[in-house]
């Protein structure tokens, strides 16, 4: 080989090195690595990550829960007659499981 063909291999392997030093560092497998060489860090970030998702979950029922309530609470106002007397007694239900 002549020198000036093993320069242009070697400037190619040195833009393909390049390329793949950004894609390793776009998927963060630094951060990654890091993670599985400290267990304990691993385990309270997944611990947060779920004491937050269950917190969400409960606050976005509880929200639901009260808007489906207040939809029950109109509809019994019209006095329908066939939902009129199950949404009474859906709204007492709650209502004394509320004051216990």
């Known amino acids: ?23 390793i560092e ?6 990654y690595v890091e993670l599985l060489n400290r ?4 385990l309270y970030i997944n611990f947060m990550a779920g004491l937050a998702r269950g ?5 976005g029922f509880t929200i639901l829960g009260a808007v489906v309530l207040i939809i ?3 509809l019994l106002v019209w006095n329908l007659p ?6 009474a007694e859906i709204i007492k239900i709650v209502q004394t499981e509320i004051m216990r």
């Open 1 to 23: 080989m002549t020198d000036d063909s093993e320069t242009r291999i070697i400037v190619k392997l040195n833009q393909k090195i390049n390329e793949l030093a950004v894609a």
């Open 26 to 31: 776009k998927m963060k497998l630094a951060e």
């Open 39 to 42: 267990p304990w860090r691993l």
């Open 55 to 59: 917190l969400g979950t409960a606050v």
């Open 72 to 74: 029950l609470e109109r």
């Open 82 to 87: 066939v939902l009129g007397g199950f949404i």
